[in-house]
């Protein structure tokens, strides 16, 4: 092998039945969405940079796979790039070396420095030294600026930098070039170890000016640091692949906004790609199939995605999932009630533990947080929450019955769940969920979750919630949005479990024609076309018979595809103008005209 | 506006409308390749650089979109890549300045390299000192790596390195070294140029020498930058998006070879990105929708994929495109028989703008290329070629009858045309053109065009061919491959500008429900139950009526959107269990119960 192909790990390469199997799941979401009035959208893979990083945190910014500017780049990072990293990197050797080069050049040549002895006596001391060039320090700059004796590097360097750090760097060079002036100016410069020496001296020269030095070096270093990156990043990669549909949804929504009809109910159904670490159903490529309403404000949209899971899980025959429902005004006003509105993310990760670690630990953590005894006593009517939903509400009621934000919660959910019970579900099961926390940074009212039929061991298969400023973020204010995401590869996975998938998802080629030389194929190829015509997944076989084995074979081919039906034509079926029919599974041979070949397959 | 916000150029946002015209076309396609035999795969966005680099040539390498390493590349570059920069553009000032430092410190402290006056001597003619460093050279390099005195950076660069490189800067060096020794040492330092003096001394040194050191210094160089652009593509980028569908499916059918039953039929219908400068019609993300079979050198292959185009644009509705084709072995075959076999591309360039400069200028370009008129004679029968497929056939091979190769491509044109004209074509045409050479370098036998119908001004809109190796690039020999390609964008474009996308394409919503109030909702959303469970796409409309203003807001909404049914349910709907149905291109309205409702709409 020239060269072993494999693909990057964390993404995947799909066969014929992975990619059927698939689509039979995406059909059926996609089929639920546009009943539910929803309309399909696309976006490009790649969005710019400034779309997408900042808007998942910290985290997410490190997993968003950047993409490199095209070809050219090199060329671009090869003059401007170096001298960002020499004038970064480099800076504490050539800033030094590159100010004295020009320092000396103007002692020596142009003696610009300094008129007369008595001039120079007084700068020599550090009062007025600093004194001159606190005046001198603009004039200078520009100079330095316009001089061709200086490089490029330390141009660059100077400009927009802090005046005070440039002053000090002058007037420490300044002093050291006076120093060297008076004595052997020589053999100073070869022992001049600029990277660490400088330093030494700055601390003999002045305490105070040091300690001032090394902080402003110090920041303007990292100032530094964090500009080349930003620079580098803009240089060399400008766009980035889309890690969400959320993000990406709602910048369309700002972008087009004069072509929108609010409420808009879009669907999209795309890849999106995370440089996480890959593992067991986590893949660096996965599609998302995410249905949202934006400006709309009614809860009877919470209603109409609890409808919508239940009639994709009912299409795809997986009975007995559970959609779990939440609020975050729930979340919060306990939180308020409780005492710890400011420890809101403490507190409800260690609520969402309540099933791992059971009650008391989940106190403990609260204690250890910050939480205080007298605000978890009064959560104790929270952990002896359960059965249906409505005694549950009742048990929320007593709880929250001081928070506002957590009775608007109740009442919330009380009037999705009164609809949900009039409207009945089909197969699923809607299940108050107080420990349900996902995405508390986003959502602001409902949250959902679905977990698959108890008896199937994986993460939620699908989720969401509302998120009352989506666009904010694109500066469009007050645009309420809600929305639900399918989580295929899961939801895959437990179709595969369960066996769920319909044996007829795998379109296979119904019909395959043995070839048994350049006439027959012609002869066969017009009955080919008939039968695609009426839809039959029909092949000829391209290699003709030249000799025994070869019709083994074609048979063989057929076999090792599970394709039903083969199809002979040789000589006595082109004069009698009849097709010999093989059913494969029962081995039933049939000689028939078109028409009846037709019916027999179809 | 917080953020203004935009895609990146040369990509696309569709809106539902856009995305309902594509699917159509993608559809029309997909349900073709299918019955045609071909099974779909899916493979990743993006594959492993080494998988795509080098297989577009070097424009197509310029042309892949490469992605950044995860979060962590910067940690990374920040060290090993810095030391990388350096050693590569500073070499020639650190390495002099490395080796000098090294040098000094041996003759100062060690005195290792002259034993006596006599040794110094004798070492310090050329050619002794040449003789001296060639036998020490192995010994010295491993005393420089395992040196502390010797930096990082000079160990990197001399790994590996071309010994006689080496050998001539230690030889230079050593040479400087003495005279410094002799000379005023220090003084010698400070003037010490590197960067451009060193070239002056080594002139003076010897000649021959220099020049040699020159040229080894420039490939030495170059490689350096080669090496580390390598590097720098490595370390931050190991991965780059998909540039067509042909190399993966190289990829796929040798990393897959033990699960594929050859000959193996595949379609592909998968976005691929280029960094090309956007223009009309040509994208950065585009779609591809591939169909090639591998494993089989059959030509009923090429008669079944014009059977295919026709197919498709049929169904599309899309009558009177044109599908020229070609044969490499044809143009191989002209260029030997007119002597210019080893000028196939020049000969075929110029030939291929016949249509646009004549007759005359084709022949100035010829000639100018090189090709003798004594060629260019012979190819008076092929300018006059035209008329129907059989007699430029003929004319062919009159014009190829001394070229075995020639032949061949004419005997395999004339299988295909003689297959298709009995099989007959629906509505495109079949037309030989002998000047089309499209992928000439990847392409060995038949060629593929489809030209749009002559009324609309658009380049191709598919096209293909067979290649001989497909998948000799990943090391499996001997799998001829041929495919064909349907160009998306510019269907689109086509069936637009000729108004050829059905009226019903955009699936919209068929019918909206008025929300006057909670119980009127409910009461709703009963009916859109049973109406969505029969395939109508119904929609509540989710803010409910609480003046006038609402209502009319309701009723622009369905106008706006264009859907064609609205019902309203109130008080007396309610009671008397009906619902009243506006028909809103009529304006008539009924009063119905569920089933009439259901039988008005669907």
Same mark, same amino acid.
Request: net charge neutral; hydrophobic share 40%.
């Given at each position: 092998?020239a060269?072993?192909?494999s693909i990057?790990?964390?993404?995947r390469?799909f066969?014929?039945?992975?990619?059927?199997?698939?689509?039979?799941?995406f059909?059926?979401?996609r089929?639920?969405f546009?009943t539910f009035?929803?309309?399909p959208?696309e976006?490009?893979?790649?969005?710019?940079?400034?779309?997408?990083?900042?808007k998942?945190?910290?985290?997410?910014d490190?997993?968003?796979?950047?993409?490199l500017?095209?070809?050219?780049?090199f060329?671009?990072?090869?003059?401007?790039?170096?001298e960002r990293w020499?004038?970064?990197?480099?800076?504490?050797?050539?800033l030094?070396?590159d100010?004295?080069?020009?320092?000396?050049y103007?002692?020596?040549?142009?003696?610009?420095?300094?008129?007369?002895?008595?001039?120079?006596d007084?700068?020599?001391?550090?009062?007025n030294?600093?004194?001159y060039?606190?005046?001198?320090?603009?004039?200078?700059?520009s100079?330095?600026?316009?001089?061709?004796?200086?490089?490029?590097?330390?141009?660059?360097?100077?400009?927009?930098?802090n005046s005070?750090f440039?002053?000090l760097v002058?007037d420490?060079?300044?002093?050291?070039?006076?120093?060297?002036?008076?004595?052997?100016q020589?053999?100073?410069?070869?022992?001049?170890?600029?990277?660490?020496?400088?330093r030494q001296?700055?601390k003999?020269f002045?305490?105070?000016l040091?300690s001032d030095?090394?902080?402003?070096?110090? %920041?303007? /270093? &990292?100032?530094?640091k964090?500009?080349f990156y930003?620079?580098?990043n =803009?240089?060399? #990669? $400008?766009k +980035?692949?889309?890690?969400?549909?959320?993000?990406?949804?709602?910048?369309?929504?700002?972008?087009?906004?004069h072509?929108?009809?609010?409420?808009f109910?879009?669907?999209?159904?795309q890849?999106?790609?995370?440089?996480?670490?890959p593992?067991k159903g986590?893949?660096?490529?996965?599609?998302?199939?995410?249905?949202?309403?934006?400006?709309?404000k009614?809860?009877?949209q919470?209603?109409?995605?609890?409808?919508?899971?239940d009639?994709?899980? %009912?299409? /795809? &025959?997986?009975?007995?999932?559970?959609?779990k429902?939440n609020?975050? =005004?729930?979340? #919060? $006003?306990? +939180?308020?009630?409780i005492?710890?509105k400011?420890?809101?993310?403490d507190?409800t990760?260690a609520?969402?533990k309540?099933?791992?670690?059971?009650?008391?630990?989940?106190?403990?953590?609260?204690?250890s947080?910050g939480?205080?005894q007298?605000?978890?006593?009064?959560?104790?009517?929270?952990f002896?929450?359960?059965?249906?939903?409505?005694?549950?509400?009742n048990g929320l009621?007593?709880i929250?019955?001081?928070?506002?934000?957590?009775?608007?919660g109740?009442?919330?959910?009380e009037?999705?769940?009164?609809?949900?019970?009039k409207?009945?579900?089909?197969?699923?099961?809607?299940?108050?969920?107080?420990?349900l926390?996902?995405?508390?940074?986003?959502?602001?009212?409902?949250?959902?979750?679905?977990a698959?039929?108890?008896?199937v061991k994986?993460?939620?298969?699908?989720?969401?919630?509302?998120?009352?400023?989506?666009?904010?973020?694109?500066?469009l204010?007050?645009?309420?949005?809600?929305?639900?995401s399918?989580?295929?590869?899961?939801i895959?996975?437990?179709?595969?479990e369960l066996?769920l998938?319909?044996?007829?998802?795998?379109?296979?080629i119904d019909?395959?024609?043995?070839?048994?030389?350049d006439?027959?194929?012609?002869f066969?190829?017009?009955a080919?076309?008939?039968l695609?015509?009426?839809?039959?997944?029909?092949e000829?076989?391209?290699?003709?018979?030249?000799?025994?084995?070869?019709m083994?074979k074609?048979?063989?081919?057929?076999?090792?595809r599970?394709?039903p039906?083969?199809?002979?034509?040789g000589?006595?079926e082109?004069?009698?103008?009849?097709?010999?029919?093989?059913?494969?599974?029962s081995?039933?041979q049939?000689?028939?005209?078109?028409?009846?070949?037709?019916?027999?397959?179809k």
């Amino acid at each position: 092998m020239a060269q072993k192909p494999s693909i990057p790990k964390g993404t995947r390469d799909f066969n014929p039945e992975q990619v059927a199997k698939r689509n039979y799941i995406f059909n059926t979401i996609r089929g639920a969405f546009e009943t539910f009035g929803f309309q399909p959208i696309e976006t490009p893979s790649f969005e710019n940079s400034d779309t997408l990083m900042g808007k998942y945190g910290e985290e997410g910014d490190r997993l968003i796979f950047k993409i490199l500017e095209s070809g050219e780049y090199f060329q671009k990072v090869d003059r401007e790039l170096l001298e960002r990293w020499i004038s970064l990197y480099l800076v504490n050797v050539y800033l030094f070396k590159d100010i004295f080069d020009y320092l000396l050049y103007r002692i020596n040549r142009t003696n610009y420095a300094f008129q007369s002895k008595e001039e120079l006596d007084f700068y020599s001391t550090d009062k007025n030294c600093i004194r001159y060039f606190n005046l001198k320090v603009d004039e200078w700059v520009s100079f330095l600026i316009d001089s061709p004796q200086v490089s490029h590097k330390y141009k660059s360097f100077v400009k927009g930098r802090n005046s005070k750090f440039i002053l000090l760097v002058s007037d420490f060079i300044y002093q050291h070039g006076l120093d060297f002036k008076q004595k052997n100016q020589d053999k100073k410069i070869i022992n001049w170890k600029l990277d660490w020496a400088n330093r030494q001296i700055l601390k003999q020269f002045s305490n105070d000016l040091t300690s001032d030095f090394e902080d402003i070096l110090d %920041s303007e /270093l &990292k100032k530094s640091k964090k500009d080349f990156y930003n620079y580098l990043n =803009k240089e060399i #990669s $400008g766009k +980035a692949l889309r890690y969400d549909l959320t993000v990406p949804f709602a910048r369309y929504v700002v972008q087009h906004r004069h072509e929108i009809e609010l409420p808009f109910k879009r669907y999209q159904i795309q890849p999106v790609w995370r440089a996480d670490r890959p593992q067991k159903g986590r893949f660096r490529e996965f599609f998302q199939c995410d249905a949202d309403v934006v400006g709309s404000k009614s809860l009877w949209q919470e209603v109409e995605f609890i409808q919508l899971y239940d009639t994709v899980f %009912s299409a /795809l &025959k997986l009975e007995g999932v559970t959609i779990k429902i939440n609020n975050r =005004k729930i979340l #919060s $006003g306990i +939180a308020e009630v409780i005492g710890a509105k400011d420890r809101l993310i403490d507190f409800t990760v260690a609520l969402d533990k309540l099933d791992k670690i059971g009650e008391e630990k989940v106190k403990e953590e609260m204690l250890s947080k910050g939480i205080l005894q007298s605000g978890i006593d009064k959560l104790q009517p929270l952990f002896s929450l359960s059965g249906a939903f409505e005694s549950q509400i009742n048990g929320l009621k007593s709880i929250l019955s001081t928070s506002k934000e957590g009775l608007k919660g109740i009442e919330e959910l009380e009037f999705i769940s009164n609809a949900i019970t009039k409207l009945g579900l089909q197969t699923a099961n809607l299940e108050l969920d107080v420990t349900l926390a996902r995405g508390l940074n986003y959502y602001t009212g409902a949250i959902f979750e679905v977990a698959a039929p108890k008896t199937v061991k994986i993460g939620s298969i699908g989720g969401g919630g509302r998120y009352d400023d989506l666009t904010g973020i694109f500066g469009l204010k007050d645009v309420s949005g809600v929305g639900i995401s399918f989580g295929l590869d899961r939801i895959y996975l437990v179709l595969e479990e369960l066996n769920l998938f319909p044996e007829t998802v795998n379109k296979n080629i119904d019909v395959l024609f043995i070839n048994f030389g350049d006439k027959e194929a012609l002869f066969s190829l017009k009955a080919i076309k008939q039968l695609r015509a009426n839809g039959v997944n029909t092949e000829l076989y391209p290699d003709k018979i030249t000799n025994s084995k070869h019709m083994k074979k074609q048979m063989n081919h057929a076999n090792k595809r599970g394709i039903p039906f083969v199809v002979l034509v040789g000589e006595e079926e082109m004069a009698s103008n009849t097709y010999t029919l093989k059913n494969m599974t029962s081995g039933e041979q049939l000689k028939v005209n078109l028409e009846a070949l037709l019916a027999h397959i179809k």
